[in-house]
């Protein structure tokens, strides 16, 4: 490559697929300022020009090529390719393929004339001259340290000394492990917040593993009563299975619902532990039956929510009865105490509670 090359910011690139934008890191530990080759596979470059056209060489050679006397500032770096190499201009306005670089070691010479005349200029218009001329070169070599082969010019000393300054960036390993501990602390933060989201979620307890398995309507009877939902989760199948059935004909019994003739069958055969007849033997007909049938009390209730005041407190009552059929004993009573809660309204769970825990002793 030989010609012009548009420098903006006073900066210009080589990349094999890295992001060398990062100027501090490109320098950390070196001793040149001009020519930053810290950040793998990438080159990050100065000029003394802000903005504009600078004359810009780029050569590959067998070996060391000698310095010119016409250079006034002279750097050399290490730099190893990670792909397909090109010069580019800031923020990618423009650039120039370097087809010839391998992946294999180089050294690179940067040379530069004229920088304190381009700084001074700042911005070059087309119509005026070019002060400042670069020229990059590689070859083969193994890594070295960087160093400074000439120095004139005050742009020169200033970016020398600036890098100087910069911290010696990490090292791969080091980069890993810190990128280890950053996942490490995220996975714990992450962890912590579920954890913190669950207590809350639970009334303030973390559940057991059953009841964490089975949310539902137990998640909703711990935000009113978790001491409840803990008793329920400890107790044995059979008294499970008899709060449920406990809790059904409560509300059924709020809802007006028990002795309908076609629902108090039924409950009947609930509380022998019989299946239940029809229109029981599914969940649709049931449904059908109790919003046509005009011997159905007709009465209303406050959702546990407020946001309705006119719910039908039979519609409410009617889910319970289906728990009879769930095979978890557990699932039922959770299911059929939540229904009844439901159908009494709110301001009156606590009462039913209090009725649940001296029906059944063991749960209080």
């Known amino acids: ?6 420098v903006h910011y006073g900066q210009i690139t080589v990349e094999t697929g890295n992001d060398v934008f990062g100027m ?3 320098f ?25 056209d600078v004359a810009f060489t780029v050569e590959l050679h067998d070996e060391p090529p000698p310095v010119g006397d016409e250079w006034e500032d ?11 190499a090109a010069l580019v201009s800031w923020a990618g306005e423009q650039w120039w393929p370097l087809d010839g670089l391998a992946e294999v070691d180089y ?12 700084h001074r200029m700042d911005n070059r218009s087309e119509d005026e001259p070019t002060v400042e001329r670069y020229l990059l070169q590689f070859w083969p070599a193994p890594p070295e340290p960087d160093r400074i082969v000439k120095q004139t010019s005050a742009q020169a000393a200033y970016w020398h000394a600036y890098a100087r300054e ?5 090292t791969p390993e080091e980069k890993a492990e810190a990128a280890r501990l950053a996942r490490e602390e995220q996975d714990q933060a992450a962890t912590r917040a579920r954890w913190e989201a669950e207590v809350r979620e639970w009334a303030g307890k973390l559940p057991g593993e059953r009841l964490r398995q089975l949310r ?32 059904i004909r409560r509300a059924f019994t709020e809802a007006g619902l028990a002795d309908v003739d076609w ?20 969940t649709c007909q049931p449904w059908d039956r109790l919003m046509v049938d005009e011997r159905v009390p007709q009465t209303v209730v406050t959702t546990l929510d407020g946001r309705h005041d006119n719910f039908s407190q039979q519609a409410m009552a009617l889910p319970a009865i289906f728990a009879e059929a769930e095979p978890d004993p557990l699932v039922a009573a959770c299911e059929a105490v939540w229904s009844a809660v439901s159908t009494l309204g709110p301001g009156r769970y606590d009462a039913l509670f209090d009725e649940l825990r001296k029906s059944f002793p063991t749960i209080a």
């Open 263 to 282: 629902i108090a069958p039924a409950l009947a055969a609930m509380d022998r532990g019989e299946p239940l007849p029809p229109p029981f033997e599914d």
């Open 166 to 170: 910069q911290p010696v960036p990490p």
């Open 107 to 118: 050294r690179v010479r940067y040379c530069a004339v004229g920088m304190d005349e381009g």
């Open 74 to 84: 002279v750097v050399e770096v290490s730099f190893r390719p990670e792909g397909p």
């Open 28 to 52: 950390g530990g070196q001793v040149n300022g001009l020519c930053g080759a810290v950040v793998p596979g990438g080159l990050f470059l100065f000029t003394g020009l802000h903005t504009g």
């Open 216 to 247: 539902g309507t137990a998640l909703s009877l711990a935000s009113l009563d978790r001491p409840l939902v803990d008793a329920l989760a400890e107790a044995d199948p059979t008294t499970q299975r008899q709060v449920a059935r406990w809790a």
């Open 1 to 6: 490559m030989s010609g012009t090359a548009w």
């Open 24 to 26: 501090g890191e490109c």
